[in-house]
């Protein structure tokens, strides 16, 4: 029977999210819209800056689609950054060059927290509400688009802290020393995140995605305590949510393997992983609760196109032949990468898991399995 390539394309991703059966494994990048594409610099030029680029619909639109229209990717990510919540709560947001995000109104004492509360999505953060609606309606149904946002215990690291760190000392401090307190913020931000995450579904996100970049900067037990416990309170806010419930939940917590069995219990569809665990380990751990992502290392994009295939092909035998599968980078594409390694990349993983025992089937019209 032939293949209809275009309709697998639009709907693999979300397949292997369900651990239901793909054609082909599918495959996006962390930060596929970026300054390794001379396309995305360029826009960037022509914005002034990145609040500009990243607030203005229209331009958010053109980068999110520019990683599309070059690779056979197999799904889109909004264009945004995981700073717009606490930005929406006043605190101020700007970059520097060359020191990454600031707040102008970091949290330094309790009394701050005490004036907070979400954020409406679909006032002070209706920019991204207007660019998924017109992402979705340019994609045309081309591939599934991925909303997304920051985790509670992330947000809360970049609020207290005022900026980036290598690891975030006033944050972990407070959770020492007045836990309570901490609390109350990661309960305001979990409320924020799954509220602008269903709006994000409500405007047209086909997934949603958190990133809890610096939860592996927590031992074990206060990672179940300010993580964990805050990122189930999110899914559990979606899955009570009628424009969210149906729409798959992906968790991305960096460096904190030692967590995965915590993190599958969420109430997530799938979790992501980086590159410092086997996928066959990961699998093992989790069983059949999560699909899971990942998880090539960033840097072999830097490699010879052989270099790449190989290590796409080890990614790929090291999961094995079973559903549930998405192919991602264990991080962020850096941009230093060329262009031309990506497409190496995405038609490395395209062939490889076609051809992979197990891994191949065919479907019919009404999108059930062919047996051969």
Request: net charge negative; with cysteine; glycine share 8%.
């Amino acid at each position: 029977m032939a293949d209809d390539s275009k309709s697998n394309r639009s709907n693999r991703f979300l397949r292997a999210l369900r651990r239901e059966p793909v054609d082909v494994t599918p495959i996006w990048i962390m930060r596929q819209a970026g300054r390794y594409l001379p396309e995305y610099r360029a826009t960037r030029a022509r914005a002034g800056s990145f609040l500009t680029l990243m607030r203005t619909p229209e331009l958010a639109c053109e980068v999110t689609l520019q990683p599309i229209e070059r690779f056979e990717l197999d799904a889109a990510i909004l264009f945004s950054d995981i700073l717009t919540i606490p930005d929406a709560m006043g605190l101020g947001l700007h970059f520097v060059e060359g020191e990454g995000p600031k707040f102008a109104s970091p949290l330094h004492s309790a009394s701050n927290i005490e004036k907070l509360g979400p954020p409406d999505p679909e006032t002070s953060l209706r920019y991204v509400m207007d660019a998924v609606r017109l992402i979705r309606r340019e994609l045309n149904g081309r591939v599934p688009l991925i909303g997304f946002a920051g985790s509670p215990w992330t947000l809360a690291c970049y609020m207290i802290e005022g900026e980036g760190s290598r690891d975030f000392s006033r944050a972990k401090a407070l959770a020492l020393d007045d836990p309570a307190a901490l609390h109350r913020l990661l309960d305001i931000n979990a409320r924020a995140v799954a509220a602008y995450l269903s709006a994000q579904a409500a405007a047209g996100a086909q997934a949603l995605m958190i990133f809890d970049t610096w939860g592996g900067l927590l031992p074990p037990e206060m990672f179940s305590e300010f993580s964990a416990g805050h990122l189930s309170q999110v899914a559990a806010l979606l899955r009570a949510d009628a424009h969210a419930r149906e729409v798959p939940l992906i968790l991305f917590s960096k460096g904190a393997n030692a967590n995965l069995e915590t993190l599958a219990d969420t109430g997530s569809a799938a979790l992501g992983v980086d590159w410092t665990i086997s996928l066959n380990e990961a699998r093992r751990r989790v069983g059949e609760r999560v699909a899971l992502q990942g998880n090539l290392d960033p840097k072999v994009l830097l490699c010879s196109p052989d270099v790449i295939a190989r290590e796409a092909r080890r990614v790929l035998d090291d999961f094995g032949p079973h559903p549930g599968h998405v192919f991602n980078l264990g991080h962020g594409i850096t941009p230093d990468v060329d262009p031309d390694n990506v497409r190496v990349l995405v038609e490395a993983v395209h062939t490889h898991s076609s051809r992979h025992p197990g891994a191949i089937v065919d479907f019919v019209g009404n999108g059930t399995r062919n047996p051969f």
